[in-house]
């Protein structure tokens, strides 16, 4: 459902991502793990159409996410890294507006808005104007708004931030309630946050991605190793990337 | 659904397009009448209009919609940017850029939704302007051509000049630097229609007579004032139409290439 071949973007002279392949099939929930700066938040652009790739293809249900940006953005969920909202629309009007927008009408409607309002429990917000609502509110309406079309593809940027320890576990319900069938690509410099939830991590370090493993099978060899999951993450970083960059990783072990 | 990399598949069809603009314009309406900036707007663009016209109607005594339509563009100069400055820098600044560029909206679809919207807003000040008609109707009878085609003219000028300003709230991030340039690109397409303006420019260079050429090529005013005489040229409509439809197109442009 989502397939990366050699993409590379730049700014200026600085590489954010480079020569990046990997892909995404249904069923899987995949943590994209790096350091800040370590290009994840661009990765998440380009997937979103957002930012074009400078070289390679990145394609999402067949779409190719340069070309063909209005059908890639009818496949996907993506909740962006500030999750910027209309701050002036009440809560149950900014929904309303995205599943319209998301060609949502009716009885479609009326059950997927439903289904949100419980998941991410925004019952109690609705009549607010979203400036009014707290960071964690802000946060559970960026979901709800992603995940309202129930698209096949969801692509969430720190979706965790800013959400309280009972939230957090909330979320991690809600994407293994949403696993079958989609393909989920998350992002976080918390190793344990995407450990608890994810099927495969992908570590990026220095724009490159150095660590592309089944979190099944990467538990396995850190146990047959007498380390940690955390250890074998920061031996890929080391052997892949820049020193300079170690310190921010080993920083966000740190649940 | 299959995917055909090399030309992909079609666009939306018309219609969808249609209901995806006007989805854009009740968000933006919605957006501009849940705050007191709108009614701000209109209530001082009203005032000074209305008192404008009342004190020249007096002092000429006659039975016509001259004064207004005269003052008019002038008072475009500095609306038209106030309504539109907003439109694209409001975005930059609240981060919504990226929110409406990760919507399954084409760039034209949102460009034109907002455009509508402050074409609405523009359209609640003309409304707001019609007690003056109405009260001379009611002293007498005026001759209802040059009032209708001033109108008209009034519409097409504002929408020119709207599309200006969401051209530049599109270029910038800071509605200040917006509302500036749109209202000195405002101004200038005002002043090289005015007679002075083009006597003294052609002054400078008589072989040329730049200001002659700025005024037949280039300047609102003359196109601006046929209508304000009653004369509904095609020229005009296709001067004012047409440089809007290229302004939003560009900015369109400006959209798209804003998000790399």
Redesign the interface.
């Known amino acids: 459902m989502i397939r990366a071949q050699n993409v590379t973007r730049r700014f200026g002279d600085s590489l954010a991502v480079h020569s990046v392949t990997f892909s995404i099939g249904p069923g899987e929930i995949v943590g994209l793990l790096g350091a800040n700066g370590a290009g994840k938040t661009t990765l998440l652009?380009m997937l979103?159409?957002?930012?074009?790739p400078d070289e390679g293809r990145l394609?999402v249900?067949?779409?190719?996410a340069a070309?063909?940006p209005?059908?890639v953005?009818?496949k996907?969920g993506?909740l962006?890294e500030?999750n910027?909202?209309?701050?002036?629309?009440r809560v149950d009007?900014f929904l309303d507006?995205?599943a319209?927008?998301?060609?949502l009408e009716g009885t479609l409607s009326a059950g997927r808005r439903a289904f949100v309002l419980d998941r991410c429990g925004l019952a109690d917000v609705l009549a607010k104007r979203v400036r009014e609502c707290s960071k964690g509110f802000r946060q559970r309406i960026g979901l709800a708004a992603a995940i309202l079309h129930d698209p096949p593809v969801l692509l969430l940027d720190e979706p965790t931030h800013g959400l309280d320890p009972l939230q957090v576990a909330a979320f991690r319900d809600l994407l293994r309630e949403l696993r079958p069938g989609h393909a989920i690509l998350l992002s976080s410099h918390v190793l344990a946050e995407v450990a608890a939830v994810a099927t495969r991590m992908l570590v990026m370090h220095d724009a490159r991605i150095v660590l592309d493993e089944p979190t099944k099978s990467l538990e396995v060899r850190a146990q047959a190793a007498g380390r940690s999951v955390e250890d074998l993450v920061l031996d890929a970083v080391r052997a892949g990337g820049a020193p300079e960059v170690q310190p921010a990783l080993e920083e966000a072990r740190a649940p | 659904?299959?995917?055909d990399?090399t030309t992909?598949?079609p666009?939306?069809p018309a219609h969808a397009f249609l209901r995806?603009a006007g989805?854009v314009l009740?968000?933006e309406l919605?957006?501009w009448f849940?705050?007191a900036i709108a009614y701000v707007v209109l209530v001082v663009s009203l005032l000074a209009v209305g008192s404008l016209f009342v004190h020249e109607f007096f002092a000429a005594g006659k039975l016509d919609m001259a004064p207004f339509f005269d003052r008019l563009p002038l008072v475009l100069v500095l609306l038209a940017p106030a309504i539109s400055m907003r439109s694209w820098s409001e975005d930059r600044k609240?981060?919504?850029?990226?929110?409406w560029?990760?919507?399954?909206?084409?760039p034209a679809q949102i460009v034109l939704g907002k455009y509508a919207a402050s074409l609405c807003l523009y359209a609640v000040f003309l409304a707001g302007t019609l007690p003056l008609p109405l009260m001379l109707f009611a002293l007498g009878r005026p001759d209802p051509g040059p009032i209708t085609a001033g109108y008209a003219g009034a519409a097409l000028l504002g929408a020119l000049f709207l599309a200006i300003g969401q051209l530049f709230s599109s270029l910038t991030g800071d509605q200040i630097v917006a509302f500036l340039a749109s209202s000195f690109t405002c101004a200038f397409l005002v002043a090289t229609g005015e007679a002075r303006v083009v006597d003294g420019l052609d002054g400078l260079a008589p072989a040329v007579a730049p200001g002659s050429l700025l005024a037949d090529w280039v300047a609102a005013t003359p196109r601006y004032e046929a209508f304000a005489r009653g004369l509904l040229t095609a020229s005009g409509c296709v001067y004012f139409v047409g440089l809007s439809a290229l302004l939003l197109a560009w900015n369109s442009a400006a959209v798209s290439g804003r998000?790399?």
Request: a positive charge.
């Open positions: 652009r979103a159409t957002y930012l074009p394609l249900c067949g779409h190719d070309r063909e209005y059908w953005l009818r996907i993506y962006s500030h910027a909202l209309f701050d002036s629309m009007d507006f995205i319209r927008v998301r060609g | 659904m299959t995917a990399a992909g598949p666009l939306p995806g989805l009740r968000r919605a957006a849940g705050g609240q981060r919504t850029f990226e929110l560029m990760t919507l399954p909206l084409e998000r790399t």
